[in-house]
């Protein structure tokens, strides 16, 4: 059973850091491209990033650009989302996911075929 697992959530004041994991476990995804999502209560889930097998293409929304990155350690099946200069509307439940088709990438939620039970980031001012 594929299971993609996050933690790292908590709350941060405004300006703060915080790192987020996600481990995966029951495949291998060092052929997959791997994402980061979040939702904010009444709100879609959005992109935030991804970043492509080998780690060699990583892509941010515009909201995040500059103060993110995400990437990945294959040899241990993780990936990573390390969040700087916070703000409060970054507040979300944010979620990993991978592509079941390798070589390929996306930003749209449907892109995807796995997913994690979220970790919530609650940014304070």
């Known amino acids: 059973q594929v299971q993609l697992v996050e933690s790292g959530g908590g709350v941060v004041p405004a300006g703060g850091s915080v790192s987020l994991s996600c481990a995966a476990s029951?495949?291998?995804?060092?052929?997959?491209?791997m994402g980061w999502f979040r939702q904010a209560p009444g709100k879609e889930r959005e992109f935030v990033a991804y970043?492509?097998?080998?780690?060699?293409?990583?892509y941010y929304s515009n909201s995040v650009k500059g103060r993110f990155t995400i990437s990945r350690e294959n040899v241990k099946n993780t990936l990573f989302l390390e969040m700087n200069s916070l703000r409060p509307d970054d507040t979300a439940v944010y979620y990993c996911?991978?592509?079941?088709?390798?070589?390929?990438?996306?930003?749209?939620?449907?892109?995807?075929?796995?997913w994690g039970q979220g970790t919530q980031v609650t940014v304070s001012s």
């Open positions: 970043i492509t097998y080998n780690g060699g293409i990583t």
């Open positions: 996911a991978a592509r079941a088709r390798p070589f390929s990438y996306g930003i749209s939620p449907s892109a995807y075929d796995y």
């Open positions: 029951g495949r291998t995804f060092s052929s997959n491209t």
